[in-house]
């Protein structure tokens, strides 16, 4: 804050809020851009900024290249500090926002009265998403909201991560588990029986409520479970896809004017909030609709089609990505092929989806079906072609 000051910048400081509210707070100030000191979900180790430009959108991969082209450059040479101010509104206007969204009910959700465990990792959603959900009426039972970022458990919400959650949810007796990663842009979800559902339900639980009540546009990113298209076409409406990577998605979705987005890591965004994945939108939509179906979630989570996925990597060491497209194109037959994000091939009842990182010199290797044998066959095969010489 201080060098930002001296390079002449007017600086507001809106605290430790997860990243969702950071980026509405961009715009609801009217700033110029806004920075978000981050690792996401990435280990204690690390950290990191996130950079928002001045309409609540993520610097997309050119931009972000723009901007370290910048760096070391001499600045304006203007001479006079910017001002700092600490603004305390900023949760405050993240929880209207989501008390605004025309089909959520806040007074039917506060008469409810719903029990959560939630697992905030000690992350900077320790204090607001409880503080939110309690703002709707709900009781919280708290795991891991201490906010000073100790990490008690692995940071991504993967259900093989959220063992503690899972025996807090039935200890507690509560009607559903949340936990999110660290900076609170990310939710899974676990059941009433303490079942961890996996980050892939999420959006497609947030999806199947929102299409009941308006129909438009969907994207999502092509590694997000086939279960998410199986949802929209009940409603008759076909997914379009983008490359992962949250910027690339938020595009599309300002391209085809799309009502609803998100990512299979249990990111959702809906963009009558802001177009940024939000852990705390996605637990309100779910527990509207739990609210307004009387089911349990884990009744609701049954209706979701089931798939199993299987993730790997492959260290990238000196191979070059257009010959594993080549070696890959071996496992075809009678899929379809998409080149748009590395390569994804279709089949009728599974899926293979393989990417060089954008964060590690691996390549990521992600296949999905209906059993989990065959998942695991699908990515055993593709690895075991991507390391053959």
């Known amino acids: 804050i201080a060098t930002l000051s001296e390079l002449g910048c007017d600086v507001i400081d809106v605290?430790?809020?997860?990243t969702p509210t950071a980026v509405l707070n961009v715009k609801e100030l009217h700033?110029?851009?806004?920075?978000?000191?981050?690792?996401?979900?990435?280990?204690?180790?690390?950290?990191?900024?996130?950079?928002?430009s001045n309409d609540g959108i993520f610097l997309d991969n050119k931009e972000i290249d723009r901007l370290k082209s910048m760096v070391g450059k001499s600045s304006?040479?203007?001479?006079?500090?910017g001002k700092q101010a600490r603004d305390t509104g900023a949760l405050k206007r993240h929880i209207d926002r989501i008390r605004?969204?025309?089909?959520?009910?806040?007074?039917?959700?506060?008469?409810?009265?719903?029990k959560i465990?939630?697992?905030?990792?000690?992350?900077?959603?320790?204090?607001?998403?409880?503080t939110l959900l309690?703002?709707?009426g709900c009781i919280c039972a708290r795991l891991f909201c201490e906010p000073d970022g100790t990490f008690p458990r692995k940071p991504e919400p993967r259900a093989s991560n959220i063992s503690a959650l899972s025996n807090f949810v039935t200890a507690a007796r509560a009607d559903i588990g949340f936990a999110v990663d660290p900076d609170g842009d990310r939710v899974s979800v676990v059941t009433e029986e303490g079942k961890p559902l996996g980050e892939e339900y999420t959006m497609a639980l947030a999806l199947e409520f929102v299409l009941s009540k308006q129909k438009g546009p969907v994207v999502v990113n092509y590694s997000t479970t086939r279960a998410v298209h199986d949802v929209a076409a009940k409603f008759n409406i076909e997914v379009e896809c983008a490359p992962v990577g949250e910027a690339n998605v938020v595009a599309r979705m300002k391209e085809v004017k799309a009502i609803v987005g998100g990512e299979g890591n249990g990111g959702v965004i809906l963009p009558l909030v802001s177009h940024t994945r939000d852990a705390a939108v996605a637990m309100v939509l779910i527990l509207q609709y739990m609210l307004e179906s009387g089911k349990k979630i884990g009744k609701l989570a049954s209706r979701i089609p089931a798939y199993h996925m299987e993730k790997r990597k492959v260290a990238l060491e000196n191979r070059d990505f257009k010959s594993v497209v080549k070696k890959l194109k071996k496992l075809r037959k009678k899929g379809k092929l998409d080149k748009n994000d590395g390569l994804r091939i279709d089949w009728d009842d599974s899926w293979l989806h393989?990417?060089?990182?954008?964060?590690?010199?691996?390549?990521?290797?992600?296949?999905?079906?209906?059993?989990?044998?065959?998942a695991k066959l699908i990515a055993g095969e593709a690895i075991r072609l991507i390391s053959s010489r």
Not at 33 to 51: D, M, Q, R, W
């Open 31 to 52: 700033a110029d851009g806004g920075i978000i000191v981050t690792a996401s979900h990435n280990p204690i180790e690390y950290n990191g900024l996130k950079f928002v």
């Open 15 to 18: 605290d430790m809020v997860p």
């Open 100 to 114: 605004s969204i025309s089909f959520i009910d806040p007074v039917a959700l506060k008469e409810r009265n719903f």
């Open 117 to 130: 465990a939630i697992d905030c990792v000690n992350g900077s959603a320790s204090i607001a998403y409880p």
């Open 354 to 374: 393989v990417r060089p990182s954008g964060t590690e010199p691996v390549i990521r290797v992600i296949a999905e079906a209906k059993t989990k044998q065959k």
């Open 76 to 81: 304006s040479g203007r001479k006079i500090s």
């Open 134 to 136: 309690e703002n709707l």
